[in-house]
């Protein structure tokens, strides 16, 4: 095998792999991992067996069928699985693109997880949870200072979730006016999150989608064209996902406002944007922030997240219900909304993540954000400029700009010159201990990289990520065949992505795994 000279900024790693059962396959029958003692009998004789007062309607026909298994073994089966994966503690997590995998102050997660926090009930009464009612009432305000919005709702799950309330109130507004019925249209463009057009499609809105203009902006013209008496409004992202700000948003709020349509700001990653530009100035009627992206919380392996969506004075009212109010010294829950939306999730949102991200704001204060801004863009320009010297690297919408938060690559011209996909590429980067991410549809961007390193990085780390990938595309023309045939140091090598087409193969749960394979 010809042998490829290393950098020395590229790690030697080599991931832990077990063969290690899921923990139902641990079971034991009479293993325990706590053993909970008996009720003593002057409390039974006092209260009872805590057990025959339950009504027989709410209780199990049959036992729950959960694994037994001794505490060591499920210590050590949860430490190994541990090992298998890879992460933003482990590794240098720059390669999750809009997800801003940044890291998360340890304090945060200790604070979410303490006993205040984690025996809280959604059901309480809110005299008995004036904690994290206040952290939720203060999270607004910081909320309206960071974009210039008036109110916020904090019941959204997630960006998505987000997206369709916004598409929600559009909807909402337009009905209050009798007009819901004409104005049936909703305008995005291309690089905008996915969701933000599907939300608007679940709320039965057609879709007119803008394409970038020969500059790399989306097109004003083709702006001025798709506005019509029919336009309910505009959801995008800006900067959108090639990390270039569209610097004539100000002109396509004003058109859209002027055609009678609102302007939703998808803000689901705004962290080159604190303290530095803000929805209301840009024109917007409203915007969602993901509370697990740019403000820290995290959301590992897709949750828990959370959806704060702004909105102005005048849109107040078709907010989620409820919210919180500080009324006569004292937070309550607000459900006296008319004309809301209603709910888009139950309760009140994720406490957990408000907390953290509350307490990420708090350590940081104004001018902590606004320096983790300019770091993040900082770090991507720096990364910019190393990737650019990759040979076959290329960024197409980033010519003659200045990136922001992130940037779309493509590596197009190496896949002609050596036949290596950009997934070979993502592929071979965890023998090396990284995570490189390739893009979300649509594919305009061909053989597409999305780098985004946030402010948590430093000058050696983004060095590192930089020379390992400079190693692999040098694989790719002296040693293809170790790139095409990886991961080779990685848990599982090449995984069979069919199954994901077949859904009747999908085993969600281990009940459900069961079914498939042993049919009763």
């Keep these: 095998m010809l042998r490829i000279k290393r950098d020395h900024k590229v790690r030697r790693f080599h991931q832990a792999k077990w063969d290690e059962p899921v923990i139902f396959e641990l079971h034991n029958s009479g293993e325990r991992g706590v053993q909970v003692p008996l009720t003593e009998a002057g409390i039974v004789a006092s209260v009872g067996d805590g057990l025959s007062t339950i009504p027989a309607s709410m209780r ?6 959960l694994p037994e298994v001794a505490q060591a073994r499920v210590l050590r089966h949860y430490l190994r699985l541990s090992q298998e994966t890879l992460g933003a503690d482990l590794n240098i997590e720059i390669g999750q693109g809009t997800c801003t995998m940044k890291y998360s102050p340890k304090i945060n997660e200790a604070l979410a997880r303490s006993p205040q926090m984690t025996e809280l009930h959604p059901a309480q009464d809110p005299d008995t949870v004036q904690g994290i009612l206040e952290v939720m009432y203060k999270m607004d305000l910081f909320l309206r200072e960071i974009s210039g919005m008036d109110r916020f709702s904090l019941q959204s799950g997630s960006g998505s979730q987000a997206a369709m ?5 559009v909807r909402a507004y337009h009905q209050s006016k009798g007009e819901d019925l004409t104005r049936d249209e909703i305008i995005t463009t291309i690089y905008s999150h996915p969701s933000d057009a599907a939300a608007a499609i679940v709320k039965g809105y057609k879709i007119i989608t803008i394409y ?7 097109d004003l013209q083709a702006l001025k064209q798709a506005i019509s008496s029919r336009t309910a409004g505009l959801i995008v992202a800006n900067p959108e996902d090639t990390g270039v700000f569209n610097k004539r948003i100000a002109e396509f709020t004003r058109l859209v406002h002027e055609a009678g349509g609102l ?3 998808d803000q689901a990653n705004a962290n080159a944007l604190l303290g530095i530009t803000r929805a209301k100035e840009a024109g917007f009627d409203m915007c969602f922030f993901n509370l697990h992206k ?8 897709g949750g828990p997240g959370g959806g704060a969506v702004g909105v102005l004075e005048e ?3 078709f907010l989620p219900v409820p919210l919180v109010e500080f009324v006569g010294g004292r937070y309550i829950l607000n459900y006296d909304l008319p004309d ?3 709910k888009v999730r139950m309760y009140y949102g994720v406490p957990p993540v408000m907390l953290k991200a509350y307490s990420w704001i708090m350590s940081l204060g104004a001018e902590g954000l606004y320096e983790a801004a300019k770091v993040s863009v900082l770090n991507n320009n720096y990364l910019y400029s190393k990737i650019m010297q990759i040979k076959g690297a290329d960024a197409p919408y ?10 779309r690559y493509s590596f197009e011209a190496l896949k002609q010159e050596t036949g290596v996909e950009v997934e070979d590429i993502q592929n071979r980067m965890p023998d090396f201990g990284l995570h490189m991410w390739t893009s979300h549809h649509p594919y305009l961007v061909p053989s597409p990289v999305t780098l985004e390193p946030t402010e948590s990085y430093s000058k050696t780390e983004l060095e590192e990520y930089c020379a390992t990938l400079g190693h692999v595309v040098q694989e790719a023309r002296e040693n293809p065949d170790i790139v095409k045939t990886a991961p080779h140091n990685s848990v599982c090598h090449k995984i069979d992505y069919s199954v994901l087409d077949r859904p009747e193969d999908w085993c969600i749960t281990w009940r459900s795994y069961l079914k498939k394979t042993k049919p009763e």
């Design 263 to 265: 302007c939703c700001y």
């Design 315 to 317: 849109l107040a009212g």
């Design 340 to 342: 809301s939306i209603g």
């Design 60 to 65: 199990r026909k049959a036992e729950l069928r």
């Design 294 to 301: 740019t403000f820290s919380t995290p959301h590992g392996c």
């Design 165 to 169: 309330a916004m598409a929600a109130i």
């Design 212 to 218: 970038p203009d020969a500059e790399g902006y989306p």
């Design 398 to 407: 980033v010519r003659d700009k200045q990136p922001i938060e992130q940037i």
